[in-house]
């Protein structure tokens, strides 16, 4: 995730550290795969929704611990800890559960931001709770932590016509969806900051409505701020 960050050393990002022992650490974890082959991917989904919140927080500490890259930042008085697992999706749950348990996270601060086949482009869901619902990622982090009990967002990709997924999510979003992505990434940190700061059922009451369609003619696609970069993997797919 840091990539050639070096500890906060290029794109502005500085190391500090205010953090106060005992104080509660809210961890919010986007799910994709490690690797510049991955970066656009539909299954990277996750990923572009935490480096799209980065924008929104102040600069934090980067460190890469725990088999995942991740910033340490705050949201007003709250401890806000950003991630994203370098396990591949399939193992996921490895990461997640090391940084639960070393911050001492209970599942009611835990959020995870993943792509979502049975969601439509465009539009995306938070629940409080659930099964994995054939995400592998979602299964490893129900099995490390053993339990269903922490929110989720999931960010809607559609459901390839036919054939199989694992291409599908591993395929770049097409010209069409790249125009609107930056809206439906913007919608994603919203919601995020809305489970921060409001509580997961207020934020499921205001972010769980379809949004109004994008007018793609008047988006203009700004990137976001990755500061939490994949670093380069060897070759692997993974669904």
Sequence with gaps: MLGRLRRGEQSGWRVRSDAVAGEPVWLIVGLGNPGKRYGTTRHNAGFMAID?????????????????????????????????????????????????????????????????????????????????????????????LRSQEFARLRVGIDRPQAGSTVPYVLASFPATQQRELPQVLDRAADATLAWLRDG???????????????????????????????????EHESE
Excluded: C
């Design 200 to 234: 997961v059922e207020s934020a499921m009451n205001e972010f769980n409505r379809k949004p109004a369609t994008p007018d793609a003619s008047s988006q203009t696609a700004k990137p976001a701020r990755s500061a939490i970069t994949p670093s380069s993997s060897p």
């Design 52 to 144: 799209r919140l980065l924008d929104r927080l102040p600069i934090g500490t980067a460190r890469s611990r725990f088999q995942a890259e991740f910033v340490e930042t705050r949201d007003g008085e709250r401890r806000v800890i950003l991630a994203k697992p370098q396990t591949f999706m399939n193992e996921s749950g490895v990461a997640v559960g090391q940084l639960a348990r070393w911050f001492k996270v209970p599942r009611e601060r835990l959020l995870v931001v993943y792509d979502d086949l049975d969601i439509p482009f465009g539009q995306i869901r938070l629940r409080q709770n659930g099964s994995d619902g054939g995400h592998n990622g979602m299964t490893s982090i129900i099995q490390h």
